[in-house]
C-alpha cells in the first residue's frame, strides 16, 4: 500500500525548532524528487521545500535560510528542519512528491505561539 505518514509536530514558540518526518511505504522516495507542504488555516496549500533525486534543495523565500530539507535513502525517510520558528509558519505540513501520484498524508500540525 502507497502511503505517507508525516510526524513530529508540536506547539513551540516563536523562535523555536522542529523536525518533521515523513516515512513511505510501497515505494522509494529516493527514485523521485520529495517536497513538504504546508497549509496554513483557511490557506491553500503551498510547497516550502524540495530535494531532489540528486540531493539538490530548494525552498521557497520565506522560508529559505531557516528550513533544512533532508533525505535518509536507507529508511525511505524525508525529514524538514525548521528553525527559527515564526507565528507565519502555523500550518498542518505534508510530504509528496512534487510529480504527485502519491496520496497525501493525514500530515503534522505544527503551531507557533507564544
Known amino acids: 500500500q502507497v502511503q505517507l505518514v508525516e510526524s513530529g509536530g508540536g506547539v513551540v514558540q516563536p523562535g523555536g525548532s522542529l523536525r518533521l518526518s515523513c516515512t513511505a511505504s510501497g515505494f522509494n522516495t529516493y527514485t523521485m524528487a520529495m517536497g513538504w507542504y504546508r497549509q496554513p488555516p483557511g490557506k491553500q496549500r503551498v510547497l516550502v521545500a524540495a530535494?531532489?533525486?540528486?540531493?539538490?534543495?530548494d525552498y521557497t523565500d520565506y522560508v529559505k535560510g531557516r528550513f533544512i530539507i533532508s533525505r535518509d535513502n536507507a529508511k525511505n525517510t524525508v525529514y524538514l528542519q525548521m528553525n527559527n520558528l515564526k507565528l507565519e509558519d502555523t500550518a498542518v505540513y505534508y510530504c509528496?512528491?512534487?510529480?504527485?501520484?502519491?496520496?497525501w498524508g493525514q500530515g503534522t500540525q505544527v503551531t507557533v505561539s507564544s
Open positions: 509528496r512528491p512534487p510529480s504527485g501520484g502519491v496520496p
Open positions: 530535494i531532489m533525486t540528486g540531493g539538490t534543495t
